[in-house]
């Protein structure tokens, strides 16, 4: 034996200790030597646990290695001794009988009567074992006259799951001669301390395990479990039990009985019925037992005995019988039991009163023979009633007063008399009433009324007995009408049923009054009907038709969505019925997004009112694009002043208001701003009311769509999943990128944090924090695709690039990157390299002669966006920058506000990238802004200029901005630079770009414009003589640059727009020269990049 | 995307197809993809059109990824693509044709399996550069793909 199971035997052994010490005090007193011997061995057994290190030395000296070893030693000695004895001793040797106590094996703990060694000697006369030492796995029964308090309490880990039983149980076992089932002799104190249900699982559950892994008796316990898994393993085991007829068995029901006895209690208080007295039939009762099991039902528990057909002394099998079945299985099934109540002899003596429940109840029976074919569907019926209660229809139908009418369908002058039907007509009028026609109930006859209470109410009553032949007839002919009209009839009577007339066809009101004309015609009886969504419903709406009508109920959810709406009606009915299924924690998806103004509302003009709408729709398309929804629905609310109102109490409120509001709905969602702008104009419009009227305006958006989910596509997974396999080289610069993301950013600050930082973005994807020593961490993103500004790149940052990075941004910024960082170097050297930035510039400048006049405007243009510096700083620039001096009137029109002042100037992108306080807090400040929104100051700029970089700068930085600003590229801004210059062109056709470029829908793109300018007459481009050379010069340069632009990404741009000069080339004598002058140069272009010539085409 | 793709109903054809762009993913991902062309040659071996795909990977694009923008030029994209028939000629019919990938650099065969699908491909050249003629170019970010056809020069000399 390994030592693992001597150690728990030792452990079990010791949990005994204390007790067996008790014990065996006890056992003291008993005069038998041997007796005392055990005891004493048990006792010095507790010693030796108890006290390791006095065993240790006590039996340091034995060949055993260790206390373990020494118990292996004894019980195996103990064993061949017990059965060398039993050898001798064995009962009638002869081994043709099996032993009573084969597979038993005892564990006597403390004192009995009789002792434990007369225990011993019945064990080994009558086959069992008898261990001196406990043992989960060899021992079977623990056998006890008395347990001390604490066993009791702890009854589990004293007895290890066994069963703890009385000596008695082996006296009467070999008086009886064969093995008893040990749980009549279940120690009293047990029996009284009955173990919970509960309790019990567990035990049931380790003694199955236990009894797995040894070779002790097999214990199958029909499982209470409820898992059904369990119970079919376990019924299994059973199966295979009963079918060895071997002592095994015995110990089964002895297992079970238990089991029964202890479960019997709750399930009779369950089920008190149930438990009535019945005869008892072992042989009934296996089969049953079987069922139950092999069900799985709910009740499984209830398992008995009865598997042992031999157990007819046993007095709790009797008792026990009773309990087969689940409860679940008797309760579904009441008809069988009225039938058999019915069929109860007794029914004879109140044979007239019960005949008529006998009819019905005897009816079922002929109706299913007679309906057969039909009723198949009966089942399913009534499941699919309850699984698809939404738009039902059931319709009830039952006989009125079916008993008399029957009786009287032939008798025609009795229809309106009040007639009741009864067993008997007698004298005394003692019987009793058992239906009543309606005229009859008026007098207030009711059924189960005595004859002569009625005939006192009504002397004119008439009486007829029962005619079970036209009962049977007419109900008969009942079903056939019902079974014409609907497959789907659940009999509940004989002349009462239910429809499901969901799947007919019609009106099922047509239907019910259709049938009930029928059976009229059929049976001379009026039925009565009901229709309503469940049979509960159509129940009472019989109840409410009769006599002779029918009633409708229509679903209470239809008739209260149809008066408040389709949702608030489901709420309202949900609600009354106490049902909400709204979930907690989700969070309630807003239904609207919308922004109102009605504090300080006066419009002078149409002009005034329209600029306020396109603000408000800017502040509510971004509104919409914080949430990341898109809407459908547009609301335009007016408050308008009311004709006799006066002059608001509050300064500038809105007083008394008639509040006007119109809506429009698109095809599809947007948070577009100029889409919302169009349908305000649309909406405004509608109103047709004298601006100054009005009070307030709010713009609400509706019927929301999320713009993630209408971004999520099906193949987003495997786009992104390449397109994002970030190198590592970048990885730097990929912490950033978020920000950089969008082509078209907009100045964005998160205020308060200082860590944050100044985050700059630019179109390649390149994003560079900015390390800061502003105490405001402003994060300024361009405008447009514009690389920032050297002045912000940071210098860590950009010594710290790999080289070809470093070398890609050079060109980016046009070589200057080297000088900037070189500048950075030496401090001392930073005016120079300013100064010889700014000569550079002035020979650009001079080159392009004729423009000199265009040029500081268009500086001037270009500074605006990009100066708007705290004025605080305006002292530091001006010793850096040496040209700065035409810039510094820019500045003033600088703000020292670093909140933007309204949430249109935040990128709402980086808005929902920011934590959660920090979004909250800029909200929060964002109101205290809002009005900036209306003020002039913003209206100056209708078109998008950036108000970036509002962070403070060093003086460095300034200089290196100025490298920027001249270096203007055409094509840079939003709008290009070159709309502002050509629109202050004296030039025709220049104007006419500038004006065509909005009129294009400032894509930014030349295409859109040049389509838009061959809408006009190209005839007129060329009526123009002045500054010819110098629009032709701009023109050609303008198509260079934004050849440059796109060559490399967009060659198809490139080739729509230089399509469209070549026809206008063919009208124009201006783009002839144009073209000819650019097409070479594109040709160079496109062939330096792709390897061929672009095909123009002559077809057009 | 809600587009309609055609592809080919030849089985052989379309695993073909499936293949050669799958196999080309790993490398466009690395960016080493500078174009991938399909070549129409007759049976000299000599092109006869070209359709041209110019990829630029942005590889410094995270997980932020703005599906709408890409979704709405690629749908565009490939509805140009079907429109593109009446840029070409109608070819006879025993002409061939190939995908070939032109690489940045070569990669190293042994360095992945992937790359033993690539054969060199022995299609031969124009002698003088191409007529091309765009059809679609999407420059979203991070995906920059251009489409043109490369028709030979009319002063290629005829074979």
Same mark, same amino acid.
């Not at chain 1, 089920?271 to 037992?289: D, R």
């Not at chain 1, 922004?595 to 800017?618: H, I, P, T, Y």
């Not at chain 2, 793709?5 to 293949?19: N, T």
């Given at each position: ?107 006597? $703990? ?14 080994? &006369? ?61 120690? @009293? ?39 059904? !898994? ?30 029964? @006895? ?111 074919? !039909?009723? @198949? ?14 738009? /039902? ?22 229809? $309106? ?22 005229? =009859? ?69 047509? !239907? ?9 015609? +059929?049976?001379?009886? +009026?039925?009565?009907?009901?229709? =309503? ?7 009472? =709406? ?56 009605? *504090? ?43 004709? @006799? ?24 969602? +947007?948070? $577009? ?7 305000? &104009? ?39 999943? *390449? ?9 730097? !610069? ?59 790149? $940071? ?32 401090? /001392? ?122 962070? /403070?700068? /060093? ?25 502002? &210059? ?119 | ?116 699908? #690539? ?6 050249? #124009? ?33």
């Amino acid at each position: 034996m390994s030592m693992e199971s001597t150690r728990s035997a030792n452990s079990a052994k010791r949990s005994f200790n204390n007790n067996s010490n008790s014990a065996s005090s006890n056992s003291n007193s008993n005069p038998s030597n041997k007796k005392k011997k055990t005891s004493q061995k048990t006792l010095g057994v507790a010693w030796g646990s108890n006290s390791r290190s006095s065993s240790r030395s006590s039996f340091s000296n034995s060949p055993f290695s260790n206390f373990g070893s020494y118990m292996v030693e004894k019980n195996r000695k103990l064993q061949n001794q017990f059965e060398a004895e039993a050898s001798t001793s064995s009962h009638g040797g002869s081994g043709s009988v099996k032993p009573i106590f084969d597979g038993v094996s005892i564990f006597v $703990d403390g004192f009995t009567v009789p002792s434990s060694q007369e225990l011993r000697g019945y064990m080994l &006369k009558h086959g069992g074992r008898f261990e001196n030492y406990f043992s989960r796995r060899r021992v079977t029964h623990i056998i006890c006259s008395n347990l001390p308090d604490s066993k009791i309490k702890n009854l589990r880990s004293f007895s290890r799951g066994l069963p703890v039983v009385k000596p008695t149980w082996i006296l009467e076992s070999v008086t009886a001669n064969k093995l008893l089932s040990w749980v009549p002799y279940q120690l @009293d104190q047990l029996a009284n301390n009955q173990p919970k249900l509960s309790a019990f699982f567990t035990l049931k559950r380790s003694s199955v395990s236990n009894g797995a892994s040894t070779h002790a008796p097999c214990q199958v316990n029909p499982e209470a479990e409820d898992s059904s !898994l369990k119970v079919g393993t376990s019924g299994d085991t059973y199966f295979s039990e009963v079918s060895e007829p071997f002592e095994h068995s015995k110990q089964i029901s002895g297992e079970s009985d238990d089991l029964v @006895d202890e479960n019997s209690n709750a399930s009779l208080v369950e089920e008190p019925a149930n438990s009535s007295g019945k005869p008892c039939e072992v042989a009934m009762a296996v089969p049953s037992n079987i069922d139950t099991e092999d069900e799985s039902s709910v009740k499984n528990y209830l398992q008995s005995n009865h598997y042992q057909p031999s157990a007819l002394v046993s007095s709790n099998c009797i008792n026990n019988q009773n309990m087969k079945g689940s409860p679940s299985s008797t309760v579904s099934e009441p008809s069988n039991q009225s039938h058999s109540t019915l069929g109860d002899p007794n029914f004879v003596e109140n044979y007239f009163k019960n005949s008529r429940l006998h009819f019905i109840g005897t009816w079922r029976n002929r109706y299913r023979k007679r309906f057969r074919t !039909l009723s @198949d569907g009966f089942n399913c019926t009534s499941s699919n009633i309850k699984a698809s209660a939404l738009k /039902t229809a059931i319709m009830h139908v039952d006989m009125d007063c079916f008993f008399v009418s029957v009786v009287i369908r032939n008798h025609l002058e009795l229809r $309106d008399k009040p007639v009741a039907v009864c067993h008997s007509d007698n004298r005394k009028g003692t019987a009793e009433i058992s239906s009543a026609n309606y005229p =009859a109930r008026d007098y207030g006859i009711k059924a189960g009324m005595f004859v002569r209470d009625a005939k006192a109410l009504c002397p004119h009553l008439v009486i007829f007995p029962y005619n079970f032949e036209a009962y049977e007839e007419v109900a008969d002919q009942f079903y056939s009408v019902l079974h014409k009209h609907g497959n789907k009839v659940q009999a509940v009577s004989c002349d009462e049923a239910f429809l499901d007339v969901t799947d007919s066809e019609g009106d099922p009101q047509l !239907l019910a009054s259709k049938i009930r004309r029928e059976i009229f015609e +059929t049976t001379g009886c +009026t039925a009565s009907a009901g229709i =309503a969504g469940n049979m509960l419903m159509a129940r009472l =709406a019989t109840r409410t038709a009769k006599p002779d009508g029918q009633c409708y109920i229509p679903p209470e959810r239809d008739s209260l969505q149809k008066d408040f709406g389709l949702k608030t009606g489901e709420m309202l009915w949900n609600y009354s019925r106490g049902v909400d299924n709204r979930l907690v924690g989700l969070i309630q998806e807003s239904k609207s997004v919308g922004a109102e103004v009605n *504090w300080g509302v006066r419009f002078k003009d149409v002009k005034d009112a329209q600029n306020f709408l396109s603000n408000l729709c800017k502040e509510v398309s971004l509104r919409l694009q914080g949430c990341g929804v898109e809407g459908r629905t547009f609301t335009l609310k007016i408050k308008k002043r009311r004709k @006799d109102a006066e002059e608001p109490t509050k300064y500038m409120g809105h007083g008394d208001c008639e509040n006007l509001s119109h809506s429009t709905t698109v095809p599809v969602a +947007t948070d $577009d701003v100029e889409v919302l702008q169009r349908i305000t &104009k649309q909406l405004f419009g509608s109103f047709h009311l004298d601006v100054k009227e009005i009070r307030g305006v709010g713009l609400q958006v509706s019927r929301l769509e999320s713009t993630e989910n209408s971004k999520q596509g099906l193949e987003r997974n495997s786009l992104k999943s *390449w397109l994002t396999s970030a190198s590592a080289r970048t990885e730097e !610069l990929c912490k950033n990128n978020y920000v950089a993301k969008e082509s078209s950013n907009q100045g964005c600050e998160g205020e308060g944090d200082e860590t944050l930082g100044q985050l700059c973005g630019n179109s390649v994807g390149l994003s560079i924090q900015m390390d800061s020593n502003t105490s405001n961490g402003a994060a300024c993103l361009n405008e447009v695709s514009v690389p920032p500004p050297i002045c912000h790149l $940071d210098m860590g940052v950009l010594k710290s690039l790999p080289p070809e990075l470093f070398s890609e941004l050079n060109e980016i910024y046009g070589g200057k990157l080297v000088d900037f960082v070189a500048k950075n170097k030496g401090k /001392t050297e930073n005016m120079n390299h300013t100064l010889r930035a700014y000569s550079h510039e002035k020979i650009e400048g001079a080159m392009k002669e004729g423009q000199a006049a265009l040029l500081p405007s268009m500086v001037f243009q270009n500074e605006i966006p990009v100066e708007n510096k705290a004025k605080q700083h305006i002292a530091k620039e001006v010793p850096a920058v040496s040209g700065a001096e035409s810039f510094v009137p820019a500045s003033g029109l600088t703000k020292t506000d670093l909140i933007p002042s309204s949430l249109s100037q935040v990128d709402t992108a980086v808005l929902q990238q920011l934590p959660e306080e920090l979004k909250v807090d800029i909200l929060e400040h964002l109101p205290a802004h809002r009005m900036q929104v209306f003020s002039p100051n913003v209206l100056l700029y209708p078109t998008e200029i950036p108000l970036e970089a509002l962070g /403070t700068k /060093t003086a460095e930085n300034n200089s290196g901005s100025k490298d920027f600003v001249l270096d203007n590229n055409l094509w840079f801004g939003t709008p290009p630079h070159w709309v502002e &210059k050509f629109k202050v062109s004296n030039c025709l056709i220049l104007n006419i770009l500038a004006e065509m470029y909005y009129k294009s829908g400032s894509t930014g793109n030349l295409s859109p414009i040049l389509q838009c300018i061959s809408s006009v007459s190209i005839h007129q481009l060329d009526a123009f003589q002045d500054g010819w050379d110098e629009a032709m010069y701009i023109l050609c340069e303008l198509l260079k640059q934004y050849i440059k632009l796109k060559i490399e990404l967009d060659i198809e741009e490139i080739y729509v727009c230089f399509r469209l000069l070549r026809r206008f080339a063919m009208k124009s004598e201006f783009f002839i020269q144009m073209y000819n002058i650019v097409y070479p140069y594109l040709q160079a272009l496109v062939g330096e990049n792709y390897g061929g010539n672009l095909h123009m085409s002559l077809k057009d | 995307m809600n587009l309609v793709v055609q592809r080919a109903c030849h089985p052989q054809l379309r695993d073909y197809i499936h293949s050669a762009v799958f196999g080309l993913l790993p490398f466009i991902q690395k960016g080493m993809v500078e174009r991938a062309a399909v070549i129409f040659f007759n049976t000299d071996g000599i092109p006869v059109e070209r359709f041209v795909f110019k990829l630029a990977v942005n590889q410094s694009y995270g997980s932020k990824v703005e599906d709408a923008n890409l979704e709405f030029s690629l749908r565009s994209f490939l509805i140009k693509l079907s429109v593109s028939e009446s840029l070409t000629k109608v070819l006879p019919r025993d002409y061939r044709w190939e995908i070939t990938a032109y690489f940045r650099s070569l990669p190293e065969a042994s360095a992945n399996k992937d790359v033993e699908q #690539w054969i060199p491909t022995d299609t031969r050249q #124009w002698e003088q550069p191409p007529l091309l003629t765009p059809i679609k170019s999407m420059s979203s970010e991070p995906l920059c793909v251009q489409l043109y056809i490369e028709h030979p020069s009319l002063s290629e000399p005829k074979p």
